[in-house]
């Protein structure tokens, strides 16, 4: 897996840096089947004299063949803001790991289950 982190009006320590490395990487237990994935991090804090409220937002974009991810979480904590995006990033991939396992634990449909049985009956 490929992480990239961008900042703009952040300044990320090593221990920062490393958690969010940490975190992103748990992630590889739902997609190793994907093989090239890309795992985006920006961590922007829109702060100034004119802005109001809410100045620090994470967005996290995940991109694999057939796959696609973005989600974006604003808070007034950086690291609050980042491990809410995870999480909801967490969820939406887990489940869509879970509707995959689903189909394959269904199984093969009836109609193809009685077209390999039609092979070998016996002829008359």
Partial sequence: M?????????????RQKSYIEKRILKFNKYLKHL???K???QLIDDSGPNKT????????????PGYELHVEEKK???MKAFANAV???ERQVRDQH???IEKRRRGVSFDSVVNIFGKFRRKK
């Fill in 2 to 14: 490929d992480i990239s982190i961008s900042t703009r009006g952040v300044i990320v320590t090593a």
């Fill in 35 to 37: 093989s090239p994935v």
């Fill in 39 to 41: 795992a985006a991090v």
């Fill in 53 to 64: 409220g809410v100045t620090q937002t994470v967005k996290i974009d995940l991109d694999a």
């Fill in 76 to 78: 007034n904590n950086l």
């Fill in 87 to 89: 999480s909801a990033a």
């Fill in 98 to 100: 879970k509707q995959k």
